[in-house]
């Protein structure tokens, strides 16, 4: 599969790689910028007892907790300071334990908690007119308790409490080009494309794509995580595109960006390796070879001067555009040399695709020895 590359995680610095296919050809989609909280099962279940600073407290919590499901959210928000009081800090207590067993490594603990919390909230995630405004420090509250979502992979749940987080930042006084808000949007995004709800991921990075644009075109210090952001909102589209089976938008997008980061971040940034490998696999799983070997030569040029640490996936690239295109020798001549480079380097993640897409090449190989007379069939 070809690889697969960004520069910065939103979530979280780690990454996750997942397939689609396009044409009958299986590639790794793009890794989102988050890494959702997974944790192998412990044989040992420890039983935890619950905290509680005081009795008097401890009963006061309970009833907001119990308040807030039977009544709903709603009841409180509006109500007077003390009753919107103990609203918040049953709702801060169930986030807070939930973050301590997620710590801890122990989501089955840490469900229980989120569950309770979102029964909480779960009737003022869709504002009606009429409905009161939210105070802020909820919708900041709202944002921790989606983070907890997305580490238990509760995705449907985590777009729902992302986007009412924006409408109450919204709400009271933020700006839509606020860079908190920018982000919930690229977290909305992302995850609306693992959910197929290609609508809202696309407006979401189109989004991200115009804020964080216009503030690079404007300043004269970029800004890193802007520059980040906006690589992400990028990055997303484009896959989101591919995975739409929509390649002329995803190759456009790409040929966007391009030009953009030469414009505002020149000619060598760090960043045009990523999109050429990326705009070269898209043209490769169209067929268009040619186009395809151009970028990925391109980008191994500019990474060799400006980005070296993703000389290896790159060059990966362009041995699986050689192996599709039917150039099966100088596929596994790159490929070997990737290999041992990425050895060298203890890119292991790298050379884990190396070894994949050998093994997709000794089939080929395998089928072209029985096959020699018709060899663009086998590669196809």
Known sequence: PAHSLQTKAVVSTQSTGSTYTTNGKRFTQARCGFCPYRSSSSETVKEK?????????ALSTSVAIFGSIFLGYKYYIGKDDRELDLFFNALKKEIGTATMYLHQAEPQFAKPRFDAAFKMVESGLERKPGDPIPPLKIAYLMDQLGNIALQLECYKEAVQLYLATINGMALNGIERNNRAITELWLKVGQLSAILEDYRVAELS???????????????????PDVIALAGLSYEGLGKLYVTMNHPDNAIHMYQHAIKFVESVLGDNDTH???????VATVYESTGRYDLALENIDEAIRIAHISNPGVVAAVTCNKATIKMYSGKLEEARQLYEEVSELCQARKDYETLNE????????????SKRTENPENPEVVVK
């Open 272 to 278: 045009l390796p990523v999109l050429l490998s990326d």
């Open 49 to 57: 007892l619950p905290f509680y600073k005081s009795s008097k407290f």
């Open 354 to 365: 190396v070894r994949v897409n050998m093994k997709i090449l000794s089939d080929l190989e």
């Open 205 to 223: 990075f189109m989004h991200c794509i115009e804020v964080t644009t216009a503030e690079l075109e404007q300043a004269e210090n970029k800004n």
